[in-house]
């Protein structure tokens, strides 16, 4: 019997063609095309632009209306009953500047029936002192104090400040009003009724400024009037949290229940923390007059300087959000995306649609200042049309600063870095050395 010897797999021509032919169009399936993955990324990017310039002009159109409504309207004093709540107001204070009497003194002319001024200072020879002395001296009736030397350990200067009479405060409602904000009885009548009804815990003001000579007070009564209203009068009507703390009224035990304000000196930018933390125990709500910063003539490099300290204090709490949707949320920015989006989806022409857009932006900021402002202008059209493009050309140039070195910040006589997440820690002499 012959032996024949047989492979174990019989392969032939054809199964060889069949699996390399399957082969094929396995790896042809993860061939992907380039041009169909260009197309791919292109349309997300314009889809973007889309939706977030539809988001925009719909928090700016909520806004001028939100602000036609809510603005100028305050709550009268006979809303707040027969039994008026006590309010504590906390005035940190550290040095003087050339209108600092002036805002003071409004402080102590509240025909506010009951209230307390709580003067915080860091040592017993600032100048600002004698200020607050020559007022009572003209106001003896109204109930003042005197805090100096902060308390130790707290590394934020404002709150270290303000911490001995947070603690010294007699009354269940706080009001923190920065140096430079004027007050009037409006404000506080309006702020305490609003802040009495049980599901609210802050009251806050729309910060703002006065009428002050020069160009660089026009840019920056510009920004807070339109640019920074553009969003704040919207989330807030909207129930999110957006809050500045140069001057808001709180409820004492809720923040006494978040540790209290000692504990958010952690933070540089204690508002945004504080307000949170209080927003968790109730609704937060605006305040119908605006808080009028009265700091006299500045300069656009001195306003430059403030933001750029902002925006980086934002991109150390708020990552994604300021060093992404902030600068394209910006006019021209993004002006510019949604344009080439548009003539992408629509074929619209973006020249035609970028004029468009910024007339229109430039227009709906003119109507949302005027209504904050509440009144005549101290410039004219033309000059808010220069001062304007100035401010939205500057928050480009803004935010490149801030990112370049977005972890140190000056303010005062003192250098902090910001940490990811918003802690924050002291810079030593040395090291600020040798950072300059």
């Known amino acids: 019997m012959k032996n024949t010897l047989r492979p174990i797999y019989d392969i032939s021509t054809e199964s060889i063609q069949c699996v390399l032919g399957e082969s094929e169009v396995f790896v042809q399936m993860w061939d992907l095309d380039t041009t169909d993955t260009w197309s791919y990324v292109v349309f997300v990017v314009a889809s973007a632009a889309l939706l977030i310039y539809t988001s925009m002009m719909f928090f700016i159109i909520v806004t001028v209306v939100a602000s036609k409504l809510l603005l100028h309207k305050p709550t009268s004093k006979h809303e707040l009953?027969?039994?008026?709540?006590?309010?504590?107001?906390?005035?940190?204070?550290?040095?003087v500047d050339p209108l600092l009497e002036y805002n003071l003194e409004s402080h102590f002319k509240l025909s506010y029936p009951k209230f307390e001024l709580l003067f915080c200072f860091h040592s017993d020879d600032d100048p600002a002192i004698q200020v607050v002395e020559r007022?009572?001296?003209?106001?003896?009736?109204?109930?003042?104090?005197?805090?100096?030397?902060?308390?130790?350990?707290?590394?934020?200067?404002?709150?270290?400040?303000?911490?001995?009479?947070?603690?010294?405060?007699?009354?269940?409602y706080v009001w923190i009003s920065s140096s430079r904000i004027e007050a009037s009885d409006t404000i506080i009548y309006d702020m305490a009724g609003k802040l009495q009804k049980p599901n609210v815990s802050l009251v806050h003001q729309i910060p703002f400024t006065t009428d002050s000579p020069g160009f660089g007070s026009?840019?920056?009564?510009?920004?807070?009037?339109?640019?920074?209203?553009?969003?704040?009068?919207?989330?807030?009507?909207?129930?999110?949290?957006?809050?500045?703390?140069?001057?808001?009224?709180?409820?004492?035990?809720?923040?006494?229940?978040?540790?209290?304000?000692?504990?958010?000196?952690?933070?540089?930018?204690?508002?945004?923390f504080l307000t949170r933390a209080l927003h968790e125990r109730g609704k937060m709500v605006m305040s119908a007059i605006p808080a009028r910063q009265n700091v006299g003539q500045t300069t656009v490099c001195d306003f430059s300087n403030r933001m750029v300290r902002w925006v980086r204090l934002r991109l150390n709490m708020m990552t994604a959000v300021t060093g992404i949707l902030e600068p394209l949320s910006d006019c021209f920015p993004l002006g510019i995306w949604?344009?080439?989006?548009?003539?992408?989806?629509?074929?619209?022409?973006?020249?035609?649609?970028?004029?468009?857009?910024?007339?229109?932006?430039?227009?709906?900021d003119y109507i949302q200042l005027r209504t904050v402002q509440n009144?005549?202008?101290?410039?004219?059209?033309?000059?808010?049309?220069?001062a304007w493009i100035v401010r939205e050309l500057s928050s480009t140039y803004v935010f490149i600063l801030a990112v370049l070195n977005p972890h140190y910040i000056k303010w005062g006589r003192n250098t902090y870095k910001v940490k990811m997440g918003g802690l924050v820690e002291l810079v030593e002499e040395k090291t600020k050395l040798q950072q300059l």
Not at 83 to 92: A, C
Not at 339 to 364: D, E, K, Q
Request: with cysteine.
């Open 375 to 386: 009144g005549q202008l101290l410039f004219s059209k033309g000059e808010y049309v220069i």
């Open 218 to 272: 026009s840019v920056e009564k510009i920004y807070f009037g339109s640019a920074m209203t553009r969003f704040y009068v919207s989330f807030n009507v909207l129930g999110l949290c957006c809050v500045t703390g140069m001057s808001y009224i709180f409820k004492k035990p809720l923040l006494d229940q978040a540790n209290g304000l000692a504990w958010f000196g952690r933070y540089l930018a204690e508002d945004f």
């Open 81 to 95: 009953g027969d039994v008026v709540p006590g309010v504590s107001i906390i005035k940190p204070l550290v040095g």
């Open 338 to 364: 949604a344009g080439w989006a548009f003539y992408h989806f629509f074929s619209i022409n973006p020249f035609i649609f970028f004029s468009f857009h910024v007339l229109s932006w430039l227009v709906l």
């Open 135 to 172: 007022l009572h001296e003209r106001y003896p009736h109204v109930d003042r104090k005197i805090f100096i030397g902060g308390t130790h350990g707290i590394i934020n200067p404002m709150v270290q400040n303000m911490a001995p009479a947070y603690a010294a405060a007699q009354y269940e």
